[in-house]
């Protein structure tokens, strides 16, 4: 890696740790307060109308099914992103190329396939036009014997230096292959490999299935700032959920306990409104405990009218 990729790679790791770390502080502060609130009781007129809006509404079966599909639906999807990013690095650890049976997809990393370069009249003689472009997806199959190579066959194979090529095979010689990149103008011997191609280092050919663009995607992936940045989403989406699951298990436990203890009926317009809760805190100062309302509002408002009709009075006094 050059000096300019690794401080990449450096400040991507620094900000994404940076945000995990302050999403779970933040959701973790979060989550626990309303918990909290939940618990000790101050969300009780709250929880009461909940509970009254789901029996209106054909009961609360239907509200916890529909929550639960959607979770379930957000656990399959995190599973299939998990599964396809565990492939994405098994491919990358095994230079590139997953093998499912004889079958493997492949990412087009350059343009040498994507034209016809004019050339090579074997492509306008033949009508060969299976071209494909950087960042496709296809898929190669496996040979059962050599036998079965043909003239023209667009073949993938690994290079000396272990990368993953794809081009087509131009020459059929005693010993081996020539291959070239429909839109070179030069064979691949001597840049590629020396002499000719082997049998043995050709990974499969192509089948004809394309899929355009979404290489781009599983080159990212298969980066280290991908990989990354794929490991922080998880990491956040299972904190989140953890820290949730817990806020709502705290509802259902308070909701449970509420109708449990109250005479509540949750069809009475009339019952409803007559829930109010009142908290009382305690201070305690030099020795002494003081018994705290909280504040409403409606004192501050009351003074503030007060005033201003003591001073519409006096005004009025002065004029006279």
Do not use: W
């Not at 989550?31 to 509404?57: C, F, H, M, Q």
């Not at 050919?205 to 663009?213: A, L, M, S, T, V």
């Not at 700032?225 to 709502?248: H, N, P, Q, W």
């Not at 109010?276 to 509002?297: H, I, M, N, S």
């Amino acid at each position: 890696m050059s000096s300019i990729e690794i401080i990449s790679l450096v400040v991507t790791i620094v900000c994404l740790l940076s945000f995990c770390v302050a999403f779970t502080f933040l959701f973790r502060h979060y989550y626990r307060s309303e918990t909290d609130n939940v618990l000790t009781g101050r969300e009780d007129p709250a929880l009461l109308e909940d509970i009254a809006i789901n029996e209106e509404k054909s009961g609360d079966r239907k509200k916890k099914a529909l929550t639960l599909s959607f979770k379930i639906a957000g656990y399959v999807v995190l599973a299939l992103v998990a599964a396809f990013f565990v492939m994405t690095l098994v491919a990358r650890f095994n230079s590139g190329v997953l093998f499912f049976g004889d079958k493997a997809p492949l990412v087009i990393a350059t343009g040498s396939m994507s034209e016809k370069n004019d050339e090579n009249d074997y492509l306008f003689d033949n009508g060969l036009d299976n071209q494909f472009d950087a960042y496709d997806i296809i898929g190669i199959e496996r040979y059962d014997r050599p036998e079965e190579v043909q003239l023209y066959d667009v073949v993938a194979y690994r290079s000396m230096e272990g990368e993953i090529i794809v081009h087509r095979i131009v020459e059929i010689q005693d010993g081996g292959y020539v291959t070239r990149g429909d839109a070179n103008a030069a064979s691949d011997t001597g840049l590629t490999y020396e002499g000719l191609l082997s049998y043995d280092d050709i990974l499969g050919r192509y089948n004809g299935f394309r899929i355009q663009g979404v290489g781009s995607l599983i080159v990212f992936l298969q980066s280290n700032a991908g990989i990354i940045t794929i490991v922080s989403i998880l990491y956040c989406f299972v904190m989140f959920d953890r820290f949730s699951s817990k806020y709502e298990q705290a509802l259902e436990q308070r909701k449970e306990y509420l109708l449990s203890e109250l005479p509540f009926d949750a069809k009475d317009e009339e019952s409803r409104e007559k829930v109010t809760v009142r908290f009382q805190e305690e201070l305690t100062y030099r020795d002494k405990t003081y018994a705290l309302l909280p504040l409403t509002g409606e004192k501050d408002e009351k003074e503030e009218d007060g005033k201003r009709e003591g001073t519409d009075d006096g005004e009025r006094e002065e004029k006279k």
